[in-house]
């Protein structure tokens, strides 16, 4: 069974600082691609940032510059360390990974920005 544990969340002012954190229960970690996903109220869920194997990143536009994608292969965990926040950086946010093309979620972790 593969579980995605997050962790971090939590109320923060606007320009404010957070760092989210992923474990993962798979030996596979070091080989699989993780994602950070976010969720605003009524809006679909987005990807926010990635990062491959090899620790290739991609970024939303909105969070370039300002958040952070990295990886612990020996702690089999990812972080999303997220800078200058915004409100509208409001989201549940939820860590992804997929294994031999089946999705796995985490049960996701509130970030609330305040003005």
């Known amino acids: 069974q593969v579980q995605l544990v997050e962790s971090g969340g939590g109320l923060v002012q606007a320009c404010g600082s957070l760092r989210l954190s992923c474990v993962a229960s798979?030996?596979?970690?070091?080989?699989?691609?993780m994602a950070w996903y976010r969720q605003a109220p009524g809006k679909q869920r987005e990807l926010v940032a990635r990062?491959?194997?090899?620790?290739?990143?991609n970024y939303a536009d909105s969070v370039k510059g300002r958040f952070t994608i990295s990886r612990d292969n020996a702690k089999n965990t990812v972080y999303l360390q997220m800078n200058s926040l915004k409100p509208e950086d409001t989201a549940v946010y939820y860590c992804?990974?997929?294994?031999?093309?089946?999705?796995?979620w985490g049960q996701g972790t509130q970030v609330t920005v305040s003005s």
């Open positions: 990062i491959t194997s090899g620790r290739s990143t």
């Open positions: 992804n990974t997929n294994i031999f093309a089946v999705p796995y």
């Open positions: 798979v030996t596979i970690f070091s080989i699989n691609a």
